[in-house]
Structures are given as structure tokens and as C-alpha cells.
T-cell receptor, first 111, second 111 residues
């Protein structure tokens, strides 16, 4: 069975560039979560969707961040423009019963 | 104040030791509780759910005290392979399950 699939696995970009992270949840899961993990702040919930609808985006740090879920099998997290402090591992997770299944993460470095 | 607080550790213990992790949460509307495990440079994975009556899974025992808003995890007879970060997780229904992670407690088990 395919798990949660994230791309890219690694991205290095320069300050000011647009970054798009992608996620394919597990088929049949109706909730999708985006988290950011850093050493300083741990795993922070950015936004989550239920049945493709954004439910809570209070964790999105600022307007430079946006997330979409156009259908049940795809979501994107976009950062525009990116800044060095956005460097982190970004995890996508999906769920149907409460247990979260995580992708392997996208490691973002903004120079 | 963070919604889920954990002692960051690290805990350094010898093989065979018993180790306990504690966690507190601030939102009394929290409904579901979990412990996740995260290995270095990997994604978090569910270790066990935590039930009101307490529950055990092999060498692992989880307890929940709703009145004190306190969760614990006990690991008996620790193994080298238990070395990881243990994440306390709470969830509540807000139209989907908003799932918040603590920053994690690092455990090192040494021979």
C-alpha cells in the first residue's frame, strides 16, 4: 500500500524564490495536515483540511504561506517569497480514524 | 504557553532501565491522546493511543489523568532500539481532528 507521498524530498533555494511542496495523501483518508518541524520549535501544525476544506489555518505563520487541496488526492503548500527562517522539514500527514500517517517530509533550505 | 508541554530531555539510561515521560496539555476540550515515536531524520509514527483507564502494550504503559490534564508513558526493560524522540499528542474535534504535537522528549538507551 502506498503511504503519504511528498515531493520534493529536498529543496535548496534562494531567499525570495517561490517554493511549492506537494502531498498525496493515503487513498480514502479524509483529513490532511501540514506540519513544520525545526529544532527550536518542534512539530508545529500549520493547517489542516477535512474533506478537502481548510478547517484551521491559524498555524500558518504569515501571508507568505498558502495551502490548497483541490481534490482528495492532492495538496500543496506554497511559500512566496521564501526567507531563510522558513528552513525546516515540512511534513504532510493524512488520517481517517485519528491516527496520523506521515510522509517522509520535505527538507527545505532557504539561503 | 504551548498547548502540549513535554520535558525535552535528553534522558540517558542504561539498557534494562525503566524510564518515564510526562506530558501536560492546556486545552480541556482535548478528546484523544497518543504517543508517537520519531527516529532521527524520519517521520513520526504512532506508538500507542492513550485511554482513560490506562493501557499497556508490551513494555510500554500509557496513563491519562483528565482532571490534571496529564499524560505519561512508561517504558520498562528499555532496549537500545528504544532510542528515539517520544512525542506526546492531543487531538480535539473542530470539524476535523485538530492534532497538536508536543516538542518531544529524546531518549538515549546505552549498552
Amino acid at each position: 500500500d502506498a503511504g503519504v507521498i511528498q515531493s520534493p524530498r529536498h529543496e535548496v533555494t534562494e531567499m525570495g524564490q517561490e517554493v511549492t511542496l506537494r502531498c498525496k495523501p493515503i487513498s480514502g483518508h479524509n483529513s490532511l495536515f501540514w506540519y513544520r518541524q525545526t529544532m527550536m520549535r518542534g512539530l508545529e501544525l500549520l493547517i489542516y483540511f477535512n474533506n478537502n476544506v481548510p478547517i484551521d489555518d491559524s498555524g500558518m505563520p504569515e501571508d507568505r504561506f498558502s495551502a490548497k487541496m483541490p481534490n482528495a488526492s492532492f495538496s500543496t503548500l506554497k511559500i512566496q517569497p521564501s526567507e531563510p527562517r522558513d528552513s525546516a522539514v515540512y511534513f504532510c500527514a493524512s488520517s481517517s480514524t485519528g491516527e496520523l500517517f506521515f510522509g517522509e517530509g520535505s527538507r527545505l533550505t532557504v539561503l | 504557553r504551548k498547548e502540549v508541554e513535554q520535558d525535552p530531555g535528553p534522558f540517558n539510561v542504561p539498557e534494562g532501565a525503566t524510564v518515564a515521560f510526562n506530558c501536560t496539555y492546556s486545552n480541556s476540550a482535548s478528546q484523544s491522546f497518543f504517543w508517537y515515536r520519531q527516529d532521527c531524520r524520519k517521520e513520526p509514527k504512532l506508538l500507542m493511543s492513550v485511554y482513560s483507564s490506562g493501557n499497556e502494550d508490551g513494555r510500554f504503559t500509557a496513563q491519562l489523568n483528565r482532571a490534571s490534564q496529564y499524560i505519561s508513558l512508561l517504558i520498562r526493560d528499555s532496549k537500545l532500539s528504544d532510542s528515539a524522540t517520544y512525542l506526546c499528542v492531543v487531538s480535539r474535534n473542530t470539524g476535523g481532528f485538530k492534532t497538536i504535537f508536543g516538542a518531544g522528549t529524546r531518549l538515549f538507551v546505552k549498552a
